[in-house]
């Protein structure tokens, strides 16, 4: 995205090294375990693996409980790992347990390292562009804490020529609508200074006209904006794209014929985001309802068809613009590499025990609790004519059963040339690839 990854005879050398250095590491990690046979090497594992699930285990119990369930898990989530370390430092093993956590932990970031080095993707192509004439950003003062205010946001756009509209916190207003306004008076970009919501209703009103769509980052979290590689900590240089901008074509999600930017979930998420009481206590909102949305009355099912895969009675279910790199998306954690490939991004959760929570915390993405895939098409269905669904976290009421799609190439992007954010984030640990990157050809599938 705006630079090209690293590949072919240039990236081969630095990559067969690190993918040397993280085999080398790993067969550190099986020596220093080997030559502490009789030093407690397999009490280090075995200890450090029972804590990692008695600790799931008391996660669980947190979450899907109340009472003193919910005291118990604590509890248990707290002294596991407290107790590891107490057993290590007691029995004298803390320098064994060091010595194997630093080998793997190098292990894994070689690893992760030579496969980023070493993959072929396609970087996102960005095309020259024209500086728009007539731009009008729409603005929420309130967004993101005042980001609007607090950089100067409005000054600095009609300084480049733009004309802004300012939405009103008193008085909610149809942004699509004033959006439509704009073009009717001859706007010839759109854009945004809000939140990822805002963003894709404005971006809908922008691909339906085919005119360019600016991101200006002052939402709260800027997902959107983080995959595009914009500047986060500060959203007047997004402003850099009506002088210097460059144009990238990517991908905007359907859902129900509404447009989305980065994700659309369903179960124990929608179902949260909407409490009224959630925008000011997430946290709280979220423990107080877990319980019942898991294991209670209020749990709901999902039947989904993501292409021709079935996933039955999930409890959550997270479908993006794109695929993301990791599962880490659950937690607000994971990153889009690209946004032009055409593919659904489609993560599904389905955890009813505390013994399948902790199988998740042992193997994550291979734990059968999770399924990550990607799709065409994805359709979701309940048992209830309507559901919960969060769109870049808005929260909507749907009829069933809800179609997810992906319009290819509908949205055109303008970006500052210079983009600080854009990485190339590193893919999933494949010790197969690793093998073959470290001692047979540089080219690894698959990326």
């Not at 998740?360 to 048992?383: F, K, M, P």
């Amino acid at each position: 995205m705006g630079r090209t990854c690293e590949t072919g005879p240039g990236a081969g050398g630095p990559a067969r090294l690190l993918a040397r250095l993280a085999v080398l590491a790993a067969v550190g990690s099986l020596a220093v375990l080997v030559l502490a046979l009789d030093e407690g090497g397999p009490v280090v594992v075995g200890a450090g693996l029972l804590g990692l699930v008695v600790c799931a285990v008391g996660v669980w119990w947190f979450v899907a409980h109340h009472g003193p369930a919910r005291l118990l898990g604590a509890l248990l989530a707290v002294a596991a790992p407290a107790a590891v370390l107490v057993l290590f430092t007691y029995d004298g093993l803390w320098l064994t347990a060091l010595v194997l956590l630093l080998c793997w932990g190098a292990a894994l970031a070689c690893a992760r390292e030579a496969l980023r080095r070493s993959r072929r993707e396609r970087p996102m192509r960005a095309a020259a562009a024209s500086r728009p004439e007539r731009p009008v950003l729409i603005m929420n003062p309130k967004s993101g804490g005042g980001k609007v205010g607090r950089f100067a946001l409005v000054e600095r756009a009609e300084e480049l020529g733009a004309r802004v509209i300012l939405l009103d916190p008193s008085a909610p207003a149809d942004v699509a609508e004033l959006a439509r306004g704009a073009v009717a008076d001859g706007a010839d970009l759109l854009g945004v200074a809000g939140g990822d919501g805002t963003q894709a209703l404005v971006a809908a009103v922008a691909a339906e006209h085919d005119l360019p769509f600016l991101v200006v980052c002052a939402g709260t979290r800027n997902h959107f904006a983080m995959d595009l590689g914009l500047d986060r900590s500060d959203p007047s240089r997004c402003l850099d794209a009506l002088t210097d901008g460059e144009e990238l074509r990517i991908d905007l999600g359907d859902v129900a014929g509404r447009a989305f930017v980065n994700t659309v979930s369903f179960g124990v998420y929608a179902d949260v985001v909407q409490r009224p009481e959630y925008r000011d206590d997430k946290a709280g909102t979220a423990l107080a309802l877990m319980p019942d949305l898991l294991l209670g009355e209020g749990v709901r099912r999902l039947e989904t068809r993501a292409g021709g895969i079935e996933l039955s009675s999930q409890q959550a279910l997270l479908v993006s613009n794109n695929p993301y790199v990791s599962p880490d998306a659950l937690g607000g954690g994971g990153r889009r590499p690209r946004l032009d490939g055409g593919e659904l991004g489609v993560i599904g959760i389905r955890v009813e025990d505390a013994a399948q929570a902790a199988d998740l915390a042992v193997r994550g993405s291979r734990s059968a609790g999770l399924t990550v895939i990607t799709a065409q098409r994805v359709e979701v269905a309940a048992e209830t004519d309507e559901i919960p669904v969060a769109v870049d976290g808005e929260a909507l009421r749907l009829p069933t059963p809800v179609v997810c799609t992906l319009r290819r190439g509908a949205l055109r992007v303008l970006v500052p040339r210079d983009r600080p954010g854009v990485v190339v984030p590193p893919p999933p640990v494949n010790w197969r690839r690793i093998l073959d990157l470290a001692f047979g050809r540089t080219d690894v599938p698959g990326h």
